[in-house]
């Protein structure tokens, strides 16, 4: 049984709290013409800004809410970057040389995105903490054991195969066969990297405008007429930056990116015994299983965070809480009793590729589909759309070269597959993975 501390309302994000400490960069008016509009202000549109800035363009940013209040300040904070995908899945889908070319990708992605919060000076609680990728089945952790291997010689990105007994020192559970350990990979706290990109772009001169949705375009002559809550704007170009959010008039994409929520639980402040016994690594901890568990120690040492997919639809906070408690005993059965104190979900912006993707359908300029790792590719991403947009040879990437593909199960801009696939991944797959897992 789930009991509350009463700290926040569900729906809080426990990464809110710091944010009542930080100022909020002052709210721009909307200017009447820009050579670029971002849409949208999360980590991919504020790098998008911050870019084109950077090759001279006049630049504003709309969002229709709060800017963060999207994924940005909503994720696990787990910072990292290699492929989604496998060597050879992508080789499938987008070529052997593509394939070559997005594993060479990771680290450079990776050390852009540490350079741009040096640059900034962000204090985002970055540490090097390393994530584990947790094999939940025995037969997960042969295909972990081929993916080192593909990630030691197509990429920079350093990777550890761990047996049972090394899993065992950095978790105390019993449940995993091994695991796959990134010692690079960091922790950020979300919501500080968010505000401090937010932060900087103003200080630079950027527009950046909340409560400005946009409600719709129209082309003219080589650029666009954008009309917003807060009025009017001409731009030359636009680059999408709405991921999870986007709305339904942006119709070619939304047949290519859906929403998937995902949740998170926080616990009450634990004593530093019991965290050290039950998480002695200190890492990012992911999951092998289709459930997507990650999981992690709050910067300041106190409280575990537990994510994942509770449902693949919108559901009440409560039973997402419930859902995300019962895994998270699981793992720690220690943690029962453990009152929590937030939960709160996001949608994170899933493609069918499970790939981001980057590039420009009739002049819209677009960086999307994260499919829930965005922490680096989505202000990674978010720049090279700017510098395309641009004509600037920084744009230059191999996800520019994967094509952005619709599915037949989503022939509309409504994702009404989410449905059944929450039935299918909630009986056959979920029992695959408890059989698995035994
Ligand atoms: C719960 C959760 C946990 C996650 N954990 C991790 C993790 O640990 N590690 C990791 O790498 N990634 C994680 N992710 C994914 C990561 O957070 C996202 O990929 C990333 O934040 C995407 O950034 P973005 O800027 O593309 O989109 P967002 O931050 O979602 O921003 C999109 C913005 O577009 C705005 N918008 C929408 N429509 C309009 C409109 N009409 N006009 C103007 N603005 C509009 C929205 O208001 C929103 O602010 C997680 C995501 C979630 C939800």
Redesign the pocket.
Known sequence: MVTWTGEAEPGFPYWWEALKEIAEPEDCPLPPRVDLLV???????LSAALAAQDCGATVAV????R??????T??????GAHPRLSWPRLAAQFGEETADALFAEAAPARAFVLDLIEREGIACDLQRTGRIQLAWARSHLESQKRLARDVRDKSEVEVETLDRAATTREIATERYFGGLLFPDHCAIH?AKFHRGLWAGAVDKGITVTAN????GYTREGGGFSVE?LRGPVRADKIVL???????GFFRWHVARVFPLP???IATEELPSNLIGHLAPGRRMMVETRARHS?FRISPDGKRILF?GRASMRDIPLDLAARRQHVTMCEVWPELRDAKLSHVW?????YSFTEMPHVGEDRGLHF??G?S???????PYL?AKAAFRAMGDARGETAYARTPFRRHWLHPTTTPHFLRAADLWYRSWVDTRDRMAGR
């Open positions: 849409i949208g202000a999360g980590y991919a549109g709309v969002d229709s809410v800017p963060g209040d999207g994924a940005s909503r994720n696990g904070g787990m910072f979300p400005a949705a946009v409600t917003t930056a709405t991921n999870g959010y986007t709305p995902s949740y998170i990650y994510g979900s996001g949608n994170t912006g960086a999307m994260f829930g790792s965005g922490t680096v590719m989505a978010g």
